[in-house]
């Protein structure tokens, strides 16, 4: 079946420094979603990247979906405290949204 | 936030026992699911509910049951809780502009 495989399972950073995750599938994909997931908190959506190749911003969060969608990335640029929690990525499939296990980030201040 | 309740938020429950956890929304949303949330394995998904009596199986579903009969309401149901079920269960309802799914606040089950 569908698998979505993400990397690296955690990332501790310097604050000021920049992260990436990446995700990427077993299947091509009809549309990528991330989340992030505060501690102790529930997943909240954050975007959804739909087109080959499309890229989109929030602030200092750069998300970029592969060519030949089966890939995807997260960049956060200059890392903050407020950016720590676990981020997914999400890639729809034929039928069901399959999820990565996730990129946990920690940020020392 | 997307009108999601669950309850109860925390239990703690001995082996054999039934349990029951309660999704809640109020937005009339069609696509309901339940995930479980582990350390080293992410969110995989039990059930999911289209509309009022449909529902249909995820990855993890052994062990678990789900019913709605009403559009508001997803339940999910454990006949015999094993300490495998101890985990952190979230609901969610899908969108209804791009699909992107709302987290309820999540369920914590201990297993005894």
């Known amino acids: 079946g569908q698998q979505v495989m993400q990397i690296p399972q955690y990332q501790h950073v310097q604050e000021g420094e920049d992260f990436t995750t990446y995700c990427n599938s077993s299947?091509?994909?009809?549309?990528i979603q991330w989340y992030k997931q505060r501690p102790g908190g529930h997943p909240v959506f954050l975007i959804q990247l739909v087109k080959s190749g499309e890229v989109k911003k929030q602030k200092r969060l750069t998300f970029q979906f592969g060519e030949a969608k089966k890939n995807s990335s997260l960049h956060i640029t200059a890392t903050q405290t407020t950016d720590v929690g676990t981020y997914f990525c999400a890639g729809l499939g034929s039928e069901k949204l399959v999820f990565g296990k996730g990129t946990k980030l920690t940020v020392n201040p | 936030d997307a009108g999601i309740t669950q309850s109860p938020r925390h239990k703690v429950t001995e082996t054999g026992t039934p349990v029951t956890l309660r999704c809640h929304q109020t937005e009339n949303h069609r696509y309901m699911y339940w995930y479980r949330q582990d350390p080293g394995h992410g969110l995989r998904l039990i059930h999911y509910s289209y509309g009022v009596k449909d529902t249909d199986k995820g990855e993890v579903s052994d062990g678990y049951s789900v019913s709605r009969s009403k559009t508001e309401d997803f339940l999910l149901t454990l006949e015999s809780a094993t300490s495998s079920q101890t985990s952190v269960y979230f609901c969610a309802i899908m969108g209804t502009n791009t699909g992107e799914l709302f987290f309820g606040e999540g369920s914590r089950l201990t297993v005894l």
């Open positions: 299947t091509t994909l009809s549309n």
